[in-house]
């Protein structure tokens, strides 16, 4: 069999031209650093390598409320989802994967050699997750169950009792949490039990992905075997950004104090956008920094085509979710810029419905 050796989504979304009203973006707006304590000693680069560096490791921690046996750090969420997918799937085994699904996560499966099974999270259903079709898509070769909560792309959020009995059904369920805490008051799977396993970052709704600030959460034993894949990978994670990633840690409180309310603010503003698009379908979120509506009426790569050629503006076309007649839109902007990109996806969808 021949293995999957890149994301093609990716590489894709990588190489975009730049916008001005960038409705693509899957996070909030980079906070400015200048606000927190940081002086240079803070970014000492004397050329050591911090084994497994403790005071980011039990900064995640009390985070996360966990023990620090349960961290391990990564290069933000992608390698953390990699390095845990590393060690729990072995080539010919069996994963239970959602769909839509976020490409790279299912193309880091199919590298490792994984057998991909399918469950359907549904348009008609807000793309909730439902425990009874992953019960029925589960079957005795299930080694694994990937899923992502809040959902990527849709931004549905999966409550403890719903996770609870996916953990039941007996396989491992790793659950990629970078967009968790846009739910005040959520917890980490972690929490739920030893079957889980998951991933997050300081990067969705933080804002602060060129920090590379990942890690994931398991139990000692498990977690152990992502540390000595983590050093096959990268070895160590860069020290000045473990520094940098410590000072926001303690900062999180600030840096993110103004993001409940302008998520709020957002999902308002694009709900009575969509009221008055007849061409669009949708099911309203509570949470999440993205939403997945469904364009009932046109093409979306013609309607992404025509935002980019005449509108500087960008969405993220939903055939990168298995989903062709649908498309991602970004909630994280600073509110003026997001209603100017909503004006602009209204004009492009005048000229192309």
Not at 312 to 339: M, N, Y
Request: hydrophobic content about 40%; charged content about 25%; some cysteine.
């Amino acid at each position: 069999m021949t293995r999957l050796r890149r994301s093609d989504y990716m590489h894709w979304a990588k190489n975009q031209p730049p916008v001005r009203y960038n409705l693509a973006s899957s996070e909030v707006a980079h906070p400015s650093l200048d606000g927190l304590p940081i002086r240079i000693a803070d970014l000492e680069l004397d050329g050591a390598s911090r084994h497994r560096y403790p005071p980011l490791r039990q900064a995640i921690a009390d985070k996360e409320g966990v023990p620090p046996e349960c961290v391990v750090m990564a290069n933000g969420t992608s390698m953390a989802n990699m390095l845990a997918l590393a060690a729990l799937v072995d080539p010919g085994d069996e994963l239970l994967v959602e769909t839509p699904v976020y490409e790279p996560m299912v193309a880091t499966a199919r590298f490792l050699g994984a057998e991909i099974r399918r469950f359907e999270r549904r348009h008609e259903d807000g793309f909730r997750l439902d425990p009874a079709a992953v019960a029925a898509a589960t079957t005795p070769r299930t080694r694994l169950i990937l899923i992502t909560n809040l959902h990527n792309p849709s931004g549905a959020y999966a409550d403890e009792a719903t996770l609870a009995e996916i953990g039941a059904l007996g396989p491992h369920i790793l659950v990629d949490e970078v967009y968790r805490d846009a739910v005040p008051g959520s917890r980490s799977a972690l929490h739920l039990g030893p079957r889980f396993v998951v991933t997050n970052s300081l990067t969705k709704v933080y804002g602060l992905s060129g920090l590379r600030c990942g890690w994931i959460l398991a139990e000692p034993e498990v977690a152990e075997r992502m540390w000595r894949l983590n050093e096959l990978f990268g070895v160590a994670q860069p020290h000045a950004d473990e520094r940098l990633a410590c000072i926001a840690l303690s900062h999180l409180y600030s840096l993110a104090a103004g993001t409940p309310a302008l998520l709020e603010r957002n999902r308002a503003t694009v709900a009575e956008f969509i009221a008055g698009r007849p061409e669009i379908d949708w099911t309203p979120t509570r949470h999440g920094i993205t939403i997945f509506p469904r364009l009932a009426k046109g093409d979306v790569d013609s309607l992404h085509a025509r935002l980019l050629a005449h509108h500087d503006t960008s969405i993220v076309p939903g055939r990168w979710f298995e989903r062709p007649d649908h498309f991602r839109l970004g909630l994280g902007a600073p509110t003026p810029l997001l209603q100017a990109g909503l004006e602009r996806l209204g004009l492009a969808l005048d000229e192309t419905t």
